[in-house]
């Protein structure tokens, strides 16, 4: 359970409708398709035929995704050329497309651990081989257990500072 904090205590008094951040990620992100692209490109993938082809998904829907995740700022277009082919675009992780990048191993995780047949990857560091996991720290770096999260508001001006 999340705690929330000063104003946000009464929930009677406020509405997270068009507000959170959950509601709109989920409106731009929310599809399967954006999250296994998102994947791919994780992964490695680059080429417009290879996502296509990796997530299952026709050339409409890809290209239509492809756009949506640019636009968003999440990929962004390099252009290439083959040896004797014409050019085409690959598609590239911006710094913003990685920072989702846990969002997608905390929805692996979840799945790995209460659906069915879903436990035989693993998340792994390359550095040791131990396991790895996605967790929450506070900016003092500690460790935030489920039962002490909390969430407050942060005034415009304080969110201007990165406070």
Request: positive net charge.
């Amino acid at each position: 359970m999340t705690f929330l904090q000063g104003p946000l205590a009464d929930r009677d008094k406020w509405s997270a409708v068009g507000e959170c951040a959950i509601e709109k990620t989920m409106a731009v992100l929310g599809t399967k398709s954006a999250m296994l692209i998102m994947r791919e490109a994780y992964y490695g993938t680059t080429r417009f035929d290879d996502f296509a082809r990796r997530v299952g998904l026709t050339k409409a829907a890809t290209s239509t995704r492809l756009a949506e995740l640019v636009d968003l700022g999440l990929l962004t277009r390099r252009r290439y050329r083959d040896p004797g082919q014409r050019g085409r675009d690959e598609y590239v992780l911006t710094e913003a497309g990685i920072d989702f990048m846990p969002v997608v191993f905390a929805i692996f995780e979840w799945g790995r651990h209460h659906l069915p047949g879903s436990d035989r990857l693993r998340l792994t560091h390359l550095g040791c081989g131990a396991d790895a996991y996605v967790e929450i720290r506070c900016t003092a770096e500690h460790p935030v257990p489920p039962g002490e999260l909390g969430m407050r508001l942060v005034s415009r001006s304080r969110r201007r500072e990165g406070a």
